[in-house]
């Protein structure tokens, strides 16, 4: 059984003020607790997050982490830091990092084998444009960056987002059918790559919310969500998470 997961990223948005007054309200909601419920926060709200949520069953995860562990890199943070602060997940390959910041697979690829080397558990975000959608290239692009960004890994612990690019913040979500479609070919896909089909737990992502979480959750296959604009307010992530109700 592959228990259902709901991650917020919250982007680039809350100062570490922020953040605290938002985590003391959101630790305070009854939450299913047969859901994994994850924050992600900026690099600088996790100290004041991991403080807050030490006492709860909430995760932590980070939006991102270089695949060295120290070194001349300025401005990165490394897998050890993320660690030592208490981060379990880190986002791989998010597309706004893919895009806006050029993170090819190459580079993902060693950033999951950083995941690999210090046990930290990666939800590794793939997915299709518009214009790879509408000519029919989604399987394709897919498969390709699956091929390239699990290259040479043996993980055993792994979330794979499948977040269509066109539903992003863009308030349009693919319907639960075609997310399902794409996710059965995902699983397939990471079967023979590492032979966990079964195990890895992947979500989708793209424009979720309290009205709309249920339709997903509803098909069998889709393991939770990841949860951008929605995650940043207290009670529309926590209905987001109580999705059963
Ligand atoms: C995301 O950031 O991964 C995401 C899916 O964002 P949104 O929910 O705002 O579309």
């Given at each position: 059984?592959?228990?259902?997961?709901?991650?917020?990223?919250?982007?680039?948005?809350?100062?570490?003020?922020?953040?605290?007054?938002?985590?003391?309200?959101?630790?305070?909601?009854?939450?299913?607790?047969?859901?994994?419920?994850?924050?992600?926060?900026?690099?600088?709200?996790?100290?004041?997050?991991?403080?807050?949520?030490?006492?709860?069953?909430?995760?932590?995860?980070?939006?991102?982490?270089?695949?060295?562990?120290?070194?001349?890199?300025t401005g990165e943070i490394s897998p050890l830091m993320l660690k030592e602060i208490g981060v379990e997940y880190v986002i791989i390959g998010h597309?706004?990092?893919?895009?806006?910041?050029?993170?090819?697979?190459?580079?993902?690829?060693?950033?999951?084998?950083?995941?690999?080397?210090?046990?930290?558990?990666?939800?590794?975000?793939?997915?299709?444009?518009?214009?790879?959608?509408e000519m029919g290239l989604t399987l394709e692009k897919i498969g390709r960056e699956l091929d390239e960004d699990l290259k040479d890994l043996s993980l055993k612990e792994l979330v794979i987002a499948y977040e269509p690019i066109w539903a992003i913040g863009t308030g349009k979500n693919a319907s639960p059918d075609d997310a399902l479609y794409v996710i059965e070919f995902i699983r397939k896909k990471v079967d023979e790559l590492l032979k966990i089909g079964e195990m890895v737990r992947?979500?989708?992502?793209?424009?979720?919310?309290?009205?709309?979480?249920?339709?997903?959750?509803?098909?069998?296959?889709?393991?939770?969500?990841?949860?951008?604009?929605?995650?940043l307010k207290v009670n529309e992530f926590t209905r987001i998470v109580n999705f059963k109700e």
């Open positions: 059984m592959r228990r259902p997961l709901i991650a917020g990223n919250w982007k680039m948005n809350m100062t570490p003020d922020e953040a605290k007054v938002f985590i003391e309200d959101f630790k305070k909601q009854e939450l299913d607790s047969t859901v994994e419920v994850a924050v992600i926060p900026p690099f600088v709200d996790l100290g004041i997050v991991s403080r807050e949520i030490s006492d709860t069953e909430i995760k932590l995860g980070a939006q991102n982490m270089c695949w060295e562990d120290n070194g001349a890199y597309s706004e990092r893919r895009g806006y910041f050029k993170e090819d697979d190459g580079m993902l690829n060693l950033k999951m084998k950083a995941c690999e080397r210090h046990g930290l558990k990666p939800i590794l975000c793939v997915g299709e444009t518009l214009e790879e959608r992947i979500l989708y992502g793209g424009s979720v919310k309290a009205d709309n979480i249920k339709g997903f959750m509803d098909r069998e296959g889709i393991d939770g969500a990841l949860v951008g604009g929605a995650s």
